[in-house]
T-cell receptor, first 115, second 113 residues
Framework: GAGVSQTPSNKVTEKGKYVELRCDPI?????LYWYRQSLGQGPEFLIY????????DSGLPNDRFFAVRPEGSVSTLKIQRTERGDSAVYLC?????????????FGQGTRLTVV | LAKTTQPISMDSYEGQEVNITCSHN???????ITWYQQFPSQGPRFIIQ???TKVTNEVASLFIPADRKSSTLSLPRVSLSDTAVYYC??????????????FGAGTRLAVHP
């Protein structure tokens, strides 16, 4: 497809388990962002990739959260030892970097529920 | 990054013009002003972006006064499908090499029949 794709759309996991969330950005987009959104709040920045490298991971809440983008395209957000407080919608976005006016395109998100 | 302040919620009726104002007193010289729209169960969607004066596209208009300390998103003749959350973002941290998007709580617009 032409847009940002996130899988799975929904994920229910037990407390303490490990989860992986996948993001397929728009082809050719070098910038990739992960956000987390809790009910009634705006998206919260987690991490930004420029190409393969994490240029800014200042939003990751703790060391249970990790993200990779090994080939500069698909990215995976990994959460270890999940906690109920990790329940949220995880959003991925991508954008071109050549232009100053860089519109970010968001996926529909992965709804993570930790029970 | 400049902080933004916008109303928590607004109500309108079909066919009316809606204006949502955002305050950003600490906007920096190289910052752009961008608005995103978000429907339930979807990711945010870019609406419009501007630097100064007025910008218009097929969806909305963005008015930015000379001091750039505020901006107003104008939606002409809203319909029920415009019910969504609208976010005002200020940024463009190009010294860091990327455009970091920082979202606030947004404005929940409810359009009534």
């Amino acid at each position: 497809g032409a847009g940002v794709s996130q899988t799975p759309s929904n994920k229910v996991t037990e407390k303490g388990k490990y989860v992986e969330l996948r993001c397929d950005p728009i082809s050719g987009h070098t910038a990739l962002y992960w956000y987390r959104q809790s009910l009634g709040q705006g998206p919260e920045f987690l991490i930004y990739f420029q190409g393969t490298g994490a240029a800014d991971d200042s939003g990751l809440p703790n060391d249970r959260f990790f993200a990779v983008r090994p080939e500069g395209s698909v990215s995976t957000l990994k959460i270890q030892r999940t906690e109920r407080g990790d329940s949220a919608v995880y959003l991925c976005a991508s954008s071109l970097m050549e232009s100053v006016n860089t519109e970010a395109f968001f996926g529909q998100g992965t709804r993570l529920t930790v029970v | 990054l400049a902080k933004t302040t916008q109303p928590i919620s607004m109500d309108s009726y079909e066919g009316q013009e809606v204006n949502i104002t955002c305050s950003h007193n600490n906007i920096a010289t190289n910052d752009y002003i961008t608005w995103y729209q978000q429907f339930p169960s979807q990711g945010p969607r870019f609406i419009i972006q501007g630097y100064k004066t007025k910008v218009t596209n097929e969806v909305a208009s963005l008015f930015i006064p000379a001091d750039r300390k505020s901006s107003t998103l104008s939606l002409p003749r809203v319909s029920l499908s415009d019910t969504a959350v609208y976010y005002c973002l200020v940024g463009g941290d190009f010294s860091g090499g990327y455009n970091k998007l920082i979202f606030g709580a947004g404005t929940r617009l409810a359009v009534h029949p």
